[in-house]
């Protein structure tokens, strides 16, 4: 591709008092135009999404009627990705040089219990009386952990890990170290996963300007060397049911990882850091191996030796993701970008990853069945 992601903005993710989830899209679009060095004129398409803190579009009222075309867009917890998809693909169409993609939100506690009816489950979800996605995952996790030989420890070091990131991270929300002992003693949700391998609803917004990669782009330019976006196939266990399908198919993150390596001509062996989706622990376990970055299984040894810690071989979720960070969910799929790029560009700070990373992969998934991917590059 010839995109580059010339500037990052993001609003803090937690919980607010009084400021909107609009205002904190315009705030993180503002800060994003001041990286690249960019306004609001110099921008000619512009795609959004949230999923409950209204039409990005309307945002055009504070940051310029200049009557450029801007899409809104809503899917899920790839609500950011899909976005990004949509405003790279402006400018590798050509019709624009400047694209900004951004996404926001702003969930109250407990604001996930839905009817399946509305994200085309089937109805008994959500019938035994827990919450629908709480459940969902968990039954996920649970069938992965008989089929791999993933363990309960290996959840709640998930966790761990992620709250120490996110201590090191000023954004994020939840900023407390919590022990193995405390995960795995917090509450118990659905089985196998206590209060604290779930991340909380939250809030929370990230911008990017993209534009087309100059002709002698500086070497700390961020480019974005492919984005690719899947929904579930039929046999997929997101809509797997014995009286659709006899066999079990891949999920559409299998699908979109794919799609993403071999479209930028990239291994996933050659991949320096990732940000893989973690709404609980779990998630990030099947994440790792669906997107390719290990085998089925493998997972047990790489968390427990630490490889997926900032200072191993395969850093995951450095920000400390979902569970650290909250999920607003039209702007997860773009934090994990805003993470990437600074990681490239070595500004991560206190935790950075060392060796000055070349590749950066992105994953975010979107229940009940929508992956996108990314991988960028310096
Ligand atoms: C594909 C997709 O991702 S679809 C989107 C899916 N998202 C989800 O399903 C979200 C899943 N999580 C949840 O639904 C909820 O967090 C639940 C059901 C697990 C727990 O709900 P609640 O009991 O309301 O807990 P909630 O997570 O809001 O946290 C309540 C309190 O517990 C404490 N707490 C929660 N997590 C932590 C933590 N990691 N460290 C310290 N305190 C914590 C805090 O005091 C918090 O209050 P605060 O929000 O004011 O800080």
Redesign the pocket.
Known sequence: MSVSIAGIGIHPFG?TDGVSGMQQGVIAVRAALRDAGLTWDDVDFAAGGSEAAGNPDTMVSALGLTGIPFINVKN??ATGGSALTIAAAAIESGQAEVAVAVGFDKHP??A?NEDPARWGLPEWYGRTGM?L??QF?AMKIQRYMHDHGISDAALAKVAVKA?ENGALNENAW?R?P?SEAEVAGSRM?NHPLT??M????GEGAVALVLRRTPEGASSREVKLASVAFRTRRFGSFEVFSPHLAAERVDGPTVDAALACFEAAGIEPGDVDLAQV?D??SGAEIMHMAETGLCAHGDQEKLIADGSTRIDGSLPINTDGG??ANG?P?GASGLRQVYENVLQLRGDAGPRQVPGSPKVAFTHV???PGVSACTLLTV
Do not use: D, N
């Not at 779930?198 to 609803?201: E, I, L, V």
């Open positions: 919980r899920g917890c506690r407990g996930f919450m996605t709480t995952f709250f939840r407390a919590l949700i209060q604290y779930y991340c909380s609803p989706q709404t609980e979902c569970l999920e969910v998934y979107g229940a």
